[in-house]
């Protein structure tokens, strides 16, 4: 499916979200500075823009990772693009079975990715075991607005507009309607913060952003 749409992800994120993704991607990167880490992995990277801003905190490196190929190329083509390329490495491979050793990196970010895990608790582990003691993980994901009006605004939104709009563009019949779903069964807030304490990890924090569209989540190892 995501390498259906990959020549249109970026589009259609921008698009369908007026904009603000940029802002989320942002603040999520502001809060990860405060760590300055030196090694970072990205992962479900996708096309990369949440390597290429991390860019900016002037890690030594980053590693993009994700298991769509197709996602990676165009990922790799911006990086080139943008001469980046001594920076940010793409990897294809398995969020929940990485291939790299433990205690590798100072900070895992993820952006609108971990809600597509077969296994969240499997994913989170592996988060877990290739962070650093005291590494960090920053992970941005879409939530549910619990209120009048928005909750109502936003349903109709995700539901009706977005696969509608998405379908056109992509021309993916399902992935535009995979992506409410996956948010609708995703178990956001306090429920996550809770599997991530289930993990290991510990000083867990969200942020929740537009009315609780989206939220940040921290955890420390």
């Known amino acids: 499916m995501f390498d259906n749409i990959a020549p249109k992800y970026d589009f259609l994120n921008h698009f369908l979200s007026l904009g603000i993704d940029r802002v989320w991607r942002k603040k999520a990167i502001r809060i990860l500075s405060e760590y300055h880490p030196g090694q970072i992995l990205d992962v479900a990277t996708g096309t990369g823009d949440f390597a290429i801003a991390a860019a900016q ?16 190329d165009v990922g790799r083509a911006k990086v ?57 993980a920053v992970i941005l994901e879409f939530s549910k607005p619990k209120y009048f009006p928005m909750k109502q605004l936003y349903h109709f939104y995700f539901f009706r507009i977005l696969p509608l709009i998405g379908r056109m563009v992509s021309k993916d019949s399902s992935a535009y309607s995979y992506l409410p779903e996956s948010v609708m069964a995703f178990p956001d807030d306090q429920k996550f913060l809770s599997v991530l304490q289930k993990v290991g990890f510990s000083n867990t924090k969200q942020k929740r952003l537009t009315f609780g569209i989206a939220t940040i989540y921290l955890a420390q190892k």
């Open 80 to 136: 080139e693009r943008l001469k980046m390329s001594w920076l940010i490495e793409f990897q294809k491979g398995d969020s929940e079975a990485m291939p790299f050793p433990d205690k590798q990196f100072d900070a895992i970010t993820v952006a609108f990715g971990v809600r597509n895990f077969e296994n969240l608790e499997s994913g989170l582990k592996e988060f877990f075991r290739v962070l650093k003691p005291e590494g960090v």
């Open 57 to 72: 905190i002037n890690p030594k490196k980053i590693i993009g990772f994700d298991l769509s190929e197709k996602m990676l």
